[in-house]
Nanobody, 123 residues
Framework: QVRVVESGGGAVENGGSLRLSCAASGGTFKLDPMGWFRRPPGKDLEFVAAIIESGQYQYYKESVTGRFTISRDNDKDTVWLDLDSLELDDTGVYYC????????????????WGQGTQVTVSS
């Protein structure tokens, strides 16, 4: 059974940085496109970033482009999300997900989620 475990969240001030990690197990990580999603307080899940199997291409939600960087290491079955220049609106629980395909960024297409990691940005 495929499992992902997110970590690295925390509380930071506006403009701060964090690195989120997602460790995958039980699947074929190097064959899977991966994504990060988040749930802002009181709102629905939303797509944040995606990376194809090889790591060569990435895609981002417009509001995080230039501030967040997704990367992966297929030898370690791990994907990261570097969050820089954090803003108040980046607050939320962040989840990683094995994508059905590179391009399927609709959160409701996925039934199973990890526990997520909380990111809180304060002024």
């Amino acid at each position: 059974q495929v499992r992902v475990v997110e970590s690295g969240g925390g509380a930071v001030e506006n403009g701060g940085s964090l690195r989120l990690s997602c460790a995958a197990s039980g699947g074929t990580f190097k064959l899977d496109p991966m994504g990060w999603f988040r749930r802002p307080p009181g709102k629905d899940l939303e797509f944040v970033a995606a990376i194809i199997e090889s790591g060569q291409y990435q895609y981002y939600k417009e509001s995080v482009t230039g501030r967040f960087t997704i990367s992966r290491d297929n030898d370690k079955d791990t994907v990261w999300l570097d969050l820089d220049s954090l803003e108040l609106d980046d607050t939320g629980v962040y989840y990683c997900q094995i994508l059905n395909n590179y391009g399927d960024y609709e959160p409701h297409d996925y039934d199973h989620w990890g526990q997520g990691t909380q990111v809180t940005v304060s002024s």
